[in-house]
């Protein structure tokens, strides 16, 4: 095991005895809602996985240790702030583990540690990807190579507008990660379950995917999967209103001539504000539907491999 990780006692035993694992990420929580209903849903979401009989395993950086499962202390310490961590992704790990510092791990370095501790499915909202108007800023998220490196797994809710979302599925196609549609033929765009674009793959149930990651990793394939989960019809938002509120929250982000790792968050954030918090809600909602996903996927596939392996 690598020295500067901490698993939790759970996750210790869970990994021990072969239990289903769901590993979860920690900027949503700093970076990506508001206090309190960042610690509230981050709660629901570690129990959304607990109900279906999985264990939840939320990452963070704290004092420098690579942490796979969190102290109820410890995600109130991250919501409130009261930590100051910095989003995290591969490039920042060094020198958080260097100076002893702490960092909400993002997609990328999530699923980073999640591998290095054996851990292979990951529920959040959305991925990061390539963003608009990458062909002058060239802002392409870690997550997208993270994706093509570790062999993890992603159940998000597809991918929202926010980014240029054809370039991005380019971008996971040349890197060989395979984005497969739960129940969908289209990929979901985060806030509303359909885009126009339409998905190579698909599958119908937990079991399909689970057989497909095991080929993937039994092949010698690696790097992960994007699972596209679409959200619940109940809570989605309707098109013209996200698409307008995205719109005005990038035209903004121009004028202030915000890049790099401020950028993610400042759009998520005015999105929430300019709707009224229906954004929020819905991005609540999802997060919660993907957690259950994750860990059905995450049962499904431990049974396939002790099939496979004893
Ligand atoms: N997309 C969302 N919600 C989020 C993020 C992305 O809908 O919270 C967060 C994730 O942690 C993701 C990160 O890994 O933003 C991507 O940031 P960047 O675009 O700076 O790579
Ligand atoms: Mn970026």
Request: hydrophobic residues 45%; aromatic residues 4%.
């Amino acid at each position: 095991m690598n020295p500067y990780l901490d698993l939790s006692e759970e996750v210790n035993d869970a990994l021990r005895v072969s239990m289903p694992i769901v590993a979860l990420e920690s900027t949503i929580i700093t970076h990506g809602m508001p206090w309190p209903q960042n610690l509230e849903t981050a709660l629901e979401v570690e129990n959304a996985v607990r109900e279906e009989g999985a264990i939840p395993a939320t990452i963070a950086i704290i004092g420098g240790r690579l942490k796979v499962g969190l102290s109820h202390d410890e995600l109130r310490r991250l919501a409130d702030g009261s930590l100051h961590p910095i989003k995290a992704s591969r490039r920042d790990l060094p020198m958080l583990v260097a100076q002893h510092g702490n960092g909400a791990t993002t997609v990328s370095g999530t699923i980073l540690i999640a591998e290095r501790a054996g851990i292979r499915l990951f529920a959040t909202g959305g991925i990061g990807g390539v963003h608009r108007g990458a062909e002058k800023t060239w802002d392409v998220s870690a997550d997208l190579e993270e994706l093509a490196h570790s062999n993890v797994a992603v159940v998000c809710a597809g991918a929202k507008a926010i980014l240029d979302v054809p370039k991005t599925m380019e971008y996971l196609e040349t890197k060989g990660v395979p984005v497969i549609g739960f129940g969908a033929s289209e990929l979901p765009a985060f806030y509303t379950p359909q885009s126009d674009i339409k998905l190579s793959q698909h599958a119908d149930t937990p079991q399909e995917i689970a057989l497909l990651l095991y080929a993937k990793w039994a092949l010698g394939l690696s790097g992960g999967v994007v699972i596209a989960n679409p959200i619940p019809a109940q809570y989605a938002m309707e098109r013209s209103v996200i698409d307008a509120a995205i719109e005005k929250a990038i035209g903004e982000s121009e004028v202030k001539g915000l890049k790099g790792a401020e950028l993610t968050p400042y759009l998520l954030a005015r999105v929430a504000e300019i709707t009224g918090g229906d954004s929020l809600e819905a991005n609540i909602a999802l997060v919660k539907n993907n957690a259950h996903v994750a860990a059905r996927i995450a049962k499904e596939y431990e049974r396939t491999r002790l099939e496979a392996e004893t």
